[in-house]
């Protein structure tokens, strides 16, 4: 699965087909920050049991899906979104996605109903590389690495996301959705 793009902020990271890490299998990452002091990460594709409200009880009766971002600080939680005209806060990682934000502001626009969900995600926790980690898990083929993508997707409910990333990629990779997730099953 040799890929010659390299990881970068705004990337997307998807794992191989065979990685049995349940952290990341059959993963959609996409990188917030990658840096000569590592990388950090959001698993696009892993939604928990969890809504908003279960998690922040003053945000009222939001029902935001809550996704696991990774096994790094499960305590925490982070948010991407798309929405900086009425945050007018967050750091842009990619043309129009942004990462965090004010969250008093955020609370407030969430409870005027100002934000829906295809404008922004919820994460516990995160994913986390060290120095040059990252870029030795790709040299493995443990990633494909691309930046080009619909960010539509990123924000929506797809639960095929992994699946139509890898499509997207083109005819060279499309044939690995196929592949079992597990090599000994075939």
């Known amino acids: 699965m040799l890929n010659p793009i390299a990881p970068h902020t705004g990337s997307l990271l998807i794992s191989e087909p065979f990685m049995l890490d349940p952290n990341f299998k059959r993963s959609v990452v996409l990188l917030a920050e990658h840096n000569e002091d590592g990388s950090v990460g959001y698993v696009l594709n892993q939604k928990s049991d969890y809504v908003l409200k279960d ?9 935001f899906p809550i996704y696991v971002g990774g096994p790094v600080g499960n305590d925490t939680l982070h948010f991407l979104h798309r929405c900086y005209d009425r945050m007018n806060s967050g750091i842009e990682i990619a043309n129009g996605i942004f990462w965090g934000g004010s969250f008093e502001t955020l609370k407030v626009l969430i409870s005027n109903g100002q934000i829906n969900d295809h404008e922004i995600r919820f994460f516990i926790g995160y994913s986390g590389w060290s ?6 898990e790709q040299q493995q083929n443990s990633w494909l690495v691309t930046n080009r993508y619909n960010p539509e997707l990123l924000f929506s409910e797809e639960e095929n996301l992994w699946r ?21 099953w075939n």
């Open 55 to 63: 998690l922040i009880p003053e945000c009222g009766d939001a029902m």
């Open 131 to 136: 120095l040059d980690q990252l870029d030795r």
């Open 164 to 184: 139509d990333i890898v499509i997207g990629l083109g005819p060279k990779y499309a044939h690995i959705v196929n592949f079992p997730e597990n090599p000994l």
